[in-house]
Structure formats: C-alpha cells, structure tokens
C-alpha cells in the first residue's frame, strides 16, 4: 500500500493511488476514509480483492433468478495476500531488513484487510527506517481498523514530529479523533492545519465539508 499515501513510495512496483476510500459524506462511513499514505498521489491497481475469484451464489436453473456471486470471504482475501506476497517473502529471506520490501508486504496485507499481519510487517520496517512518515502513516491507519484509536494516534503523532505538515496523516488523525476518540474540536484542529499548511490540497472541499459536520455534532 504505496499510499493513504502520497505516500512517497519509491518502493511499490505497483503503482496505485490515492485514498484507501474516496470521502465519503456519510458520518457513518468515516472509518472508511482513512488515507494510506503510501498510496497517495500513484495509480491505482487492482485490489488483492480483485484478484480472488469468488464461489458464485447458489441459484436455481428454473427460478429464472441469475446466481450473484459471493464476496469474497477474509480467508480468501488472505489467501490472495499470501500468493502475492510469496515471491517477495522469498526475497527478503535475503535481506530480511530490508525496509521497501517489508513495507510492501505490509501494503498487500493492509489491502487485504489483515491489519494484525500488516502491522507485523509495518513494525518491522519501521525498525530499518524509522523516520519513513508514509509507512508510519499506514502502521497508525492498520492500528485503527483493528479497533486501537490510541495506538493509531501516537503513530500519527510520531510521523507529524518527523513531517509536521503531511496532509494524509493529519486527514487520518482528524478522522481517528472524531470517530474514535468523539474528540470533535481536536478533528477540527487536524483538519485545519491540513488545509493551512496544504493550500492545493486536492480533497479541500471534503475537508471542509467535515469541518462543518463536526462543528454541528
């Protein structure tokens, strides 16, 4: 995941893009929103999702109803993750510190929404570069989606003292405050500060937008 990222990521082969999910304007749907930071500002590629082939559902021939196929399952998500990650798992038996490649095994983990494996693989790059703001980025968005808001926040408190300005980690601490922590004015101050010190930021009208949300909660 080279991305909630502008994510600044010389190491993903794949180029991809953007945001985890588009803002969404739905306050229900905000723990989608999360940035991956080292995906940001690349081309996307297909999912790992998109490359599982679901079961189609059961469907009777003489229902007349056309069979729907199953999403895939969190199994099958995994097993994709580990087919993709197998050759760069060979790689890394040969330079087991290599921070990209570590990193890059977290992002297909991350893709697959096996936050506890991405984490694994995040902290361990993190170990070679620790001043990487995109892959500390990405280890605080995993520690949200496994359900540890305070987790996450440190980890964006330690890239912002490394980058003070980076617009995915202050988005990211913004909505992990709100959401996680009902800290609203401290999302706001997030937010703020993303829009002050990022004049062109692309998505300046969705942060406005939350802005006010916030403000009316």
Wanted: hydrophobic residues 40%; charged residues 20%; glycine residues 6%.
């Amino acid at each position: 995941m080279t991305e909630l990222k502008t994510i600044s990521s010389t190491y993903w082969s794949r180029k991809q893009a953007l945001t985890l999910a588009l803002f969404s304007l739905l306050l229900g749907a905000c723990g989608g929103w999360l940035i991956r930071r080292s995906l940001a500002g690349q081309v996307p590629h297909p999912a790992v999702a998109a490359n599982v082939s679901a079961p189609a559902g059961m469907g009777s021939a003489s229902s007349g109803f056309s069979s729907v196929p199953a999403a895939p399952t969190p199994e099958d998500l995994k097993q994709a993750a580990d087919s993709e990650a197998a050759p760069l798992l060979e790689q890394l038996k040969d330079d087991p510190a290599n921070a990209a490649l570590l990193a890059q095994i977290g992002n297909l983990y991350y893709d697959a929404k096996q936050y506890p494996i991405a984490i694994d693989y995040y902290e361990r790059s993190l170990q070679s570069e620790p001043n990487d703001t995109s892959v500390r980025t990405d280890l605080g968005t995993a520690y949200w989606y496994k359900g540890d808001a305070d987790t996450a926040i440190a980890q964006f408190g330690k890239s912002l003292a490394i980058e003070p300005t980076k617009a995915d980690t202050l988005f990211n601490l913004g909505i992990v405050k709100w959401q996680g922590k009902k800290d609203a004015q401290g999302a706001i101050a997030a937010w703020q500060k993303l829009l002050d010190t990022n004049p062109d930021y692309p998505n300046r009208d969705n942060v406005l937008q939350l802005i006010g949300q916030a403000q009316n909660r």
